[in-house]
């Protein structure tokens, strides 16, 4: 049996006025995705909540079985598994984003999506520079970045990663440094790094450049998402997972699925989606299952714009759930897969707890809705599973007779 799971971060969305009172998926032309819920079972699903908190991590530990509320511990410490990098005890993992700030607020958490070899230059500067202990920071891919501190001894030493709370850069656009830097026990450490970060990073060439270029400079660091290393079951079968975030690969690292990276993989609009299918293919060749996973209609969530994420939605379709689709289709046994991990609505640029929906086609899923993939139609079939950790067994099992 082969599996093929594929995932549109942030694909969906509220309804538009600029649409007509539809969704971004509504609108947008997807028939493999539209295929797979009309030949099989179409429903709504809830990865996210308040509680567990609103992120991909999150919700691709749902996704793929693992109840966050067991296991999750933060994205610092799977992006640091994504790396090869094992936490000590004493060490908490941050993710790391490079961003704007301007007049005392952030505004943009991405630093205008800055290139990867910018950024690398940015980060090694930045270890060179700043010559604190017990913090060293690691590149990754864009504004995406790592930074492993070690609270057991130093400058950081005392504050406590419990109670220290941070905000995804990207829930607090345009909004006040003052208001939204860390808070807790040891906070103040954190504060003052993000400003000494803005000291050193301000005046760098590549961010003279950039406002030379009328592009927003990489001028501070962000902290948050911090946690210690997970302790995760390994995944009941052999796989492979795609995708061009350190996030996604770190939790298939973590369970155990072999990661394939992928060139021209971006996280961007600029991703080389045809790219992608075929990896896919070709592990597939090789695994019973595989995720793939495409960043780019969360990004255009982000940024609010209705028409990119239209048109990141229909590549994904196109060029990946297609391929992927029609090899799948061609092998004895399959299933395939297709959801969002969580909501972006373009109109609020941030992740929401709505359910969101989900299709499963191929062997033993003998239900067909005839209806298409979207928010709609998915809330139109009846179907609901509340805990996102279960879908994996009835995705495995082909079993949904709970839920019909």
């Not at 229909?314 to 391929?323: I, M, Q, R, T």
């Not at 609901?384 to 279960?390: A, E």
Request: charged share 25%; with cysteine.
């Amino acid at each position: 049996m082969k599996y093929a799971l594929l995932i549109g971060d942030g694909m969906a969305d509220r309804p538009l006025s600029l649409l007509g009172g539809r969704t971004p998926l509504q609108v947008a032309s997807t028939p493999n995705m539209d295929e797979i819920a009309s030949h099989g079972v179409l429903g709504l699903i809830k990865t996210v909540s308040k509680r567990t908190g609103k992120s991909s991590d999150v919700a691709i530990l749902s996704i793929l079985g693992y109840a966050p509320s067991k296991y999750y511990t933060g994205r610092g410490p799977l992006e640091a598994a994504s790396m090869g990098i094992h936490l000590k005890e004493g060490q908490v993992a941050f993710r790391c984003n490079l961003v704007t700030v301007d007049e005392g607020c952030l505004v943009d958490y991405s630093a205008g999506h800055i290139s990867t070899e910018e950024a690398k230059v940015l980060i090694k500067f930045l270890n060179k520079k700043l010559r604190w202990s017990g913090i060293k920071f690691h590149a990754g891919v864009s504004y995406r970045h790592l930074a492993i501190v070690d609270y057991s001894e130093g400058r950081f030493s005392g504050f406590d990663p419990e109670s220290l709370k941070c905000k995804a850069p990207h829930d607090v656009i345009n909004q006040p440094l003052e208001k939204i830097l860390p808070r807790g026990r040891g906070s103040n450490i954190f504060k003052e790094l993000a400003y000494e970060s803005r000291r050193l990073l301000d005046e760098h060439e590549i961010n003279v450049v950039r406002r030379e270029l009328g592009e927003n400079p990489a001028n501070m660091i962000w902290l948050w998402g911090q946690g210690k290393e997970p302790r995760l079951p390994a995944f009941s079968m052999s796989g492979a997972v795609i995708s061009a975030v350190d996030v996604v690969k770190g939790i298939g690292h973590s369970i155990g699925l072999s990661v394939v990276n992928v060139p021209g993989a971006t996280g961007y609009f600029d991703t080389d989606y045809n790219a992608k299918a075929e990896y896919a293919i070709n592990a597939l060749k090789e695994y019973d299952f595989v995720l793939v996973h495409v960043e780019s209609p969360d990004e255009a969530g982000h940024i609010g714009d209705v028409r990119a994420k239209i048109s990141a939605i229909e590549n994904f379709d196109s060029k990946v759930v297609g391929p992927v689709l029609s090899y799948v289709k061609g092998q004895a046994n399959y299933r395939a897969c297709v959801l969002p991990d969580h909501a972006t609505p373009v109109e609020l640029r941030t992740h929401v707890d709505d359910m969101v929906p989900f299709a499963i086609c191929g062997k033993g899923i003998v239900r067909r809705s005839g209806l298409t993939f979207d928010e709609v139609s998915a809330k139109e079939s009846g179907i609901r599973i509340p805990s996102g950790h279960k879908l994996m067994g009835h995705f495995l099992e082909g079993d949904f007779s709970g839920w019909l």
